[in-house]
């Protein structure tokens, strides 16, 4: 309902296997985020993007990419998966640097085997 | 709807009274403080946000206290409702260009009947 979807919602993959997460959205937000959720933890933020193709790293970058090729679409890629990336994902898109309102997705629970 | 099994610091009240969760943030460059709720299976939502040169702000049934000089975050729940049950994140933001929200751990809100 907020305008921002992630896909898949669940996913159960192997150690060292390719994964990618997707985050559309439909408000045209310049800024997107990909933050990771677990226990003891809250949320870690993981990488941002601030534009078309400008990103950057935030708290728990290591072990990810991220790409931003139009404005609507902000993909995270576990290039090879561990079992530390066992988490649950978080999307978030916000509009103006003037606010600290973030627009959060429904997240995508991931598990690594 | 997804949603992580956090071991939190819990506050359980009685529905009607007021509810106080409080937050100790980290960086006295913080330009904004927010507060965030997530129910359970959902995506954070957005409460209210301070700027730093701010100490007090008031919404629809919340208010949030900042204290600089103990780096001390508040936010008081009037008249608490069940639907006010949930886990609540503080979090702060440095707005330069990079735009980035920092999350704390998190404090579960329970709401008796």
């Known amino acids: 309902d907020a305008g921002i979807t992630q896909s898949p919602r669940h996913k159960v993959t192997e150690t060292g296997t390719p994964v990618t997460l997707r985050c559309h959205q439909t408000e045209n937000h310049r800024y997107m985020y990909w933050y990771r959720q677990d226990p003891g933890h809250g949320l870690r933020l993981i990488h941002y993007?601030?534009?078309?193709?400008?990103?950057d790293k935030g708290e728990v970058s290591d072990g990810y990419s991220v790409s931003r090729s139009k404005t609507e679409d902000f993909l995270l890629t576990l290039e090879s998966a561990t079992s530390s990336q066992t988490s649950v994902y978080f999307c978030?898109?916000?509009?103006?640097?003037?606010?600290?309102?973030?627009?959060f997705g429904e997240g995508s629970r991931l598990t690594v085997l | 709807g997804e949603s992580v099994g956090l071991h939190l610091p819990t506050l359980s009240v009685q529905e009607g009274d007021n509810s106080i969760i409080n937050c100790a943030y980290s960086?006295?460059?913080?330009?904004?403080f927010i507060w965030y709720k997530q129910e359970s299976g959902k995506g954070p939502q957005f409460i209210i946000d301070?700027?730093?040169?701010?100490d007090k702000r008031q919404g629809q049934r919340v208010t949030v206290l900042l204290n600089k000089t103990v780096k001390h975050l508040s936010l008081q729940i009037a008249a608490t409702q069940p639907g006010d049950s949930a886990v609540y994140f503080c979090?702060?933001?440095?707005?330069?260009?990079?735009?980035?929200?920092?999350f704390g751990s998190g404090t579960r809100l329970l709401v008796r009947p």
């Open positions: 993007s601030y534009g078309v193709k400008d990103t």
């Open positions: 960086n006295s460059a913080s330009d904004y």
């Open positions: 979090a702060e933001a440095h707005m330069d260009s990079s735009y980035k929200l920092i």
């Open positions: 978030a898109m916000g509009l103006a640097l003037n606010t600290g309102e973030l627009f």
């Open positions: 301070i700027r730093s040169n701010m």
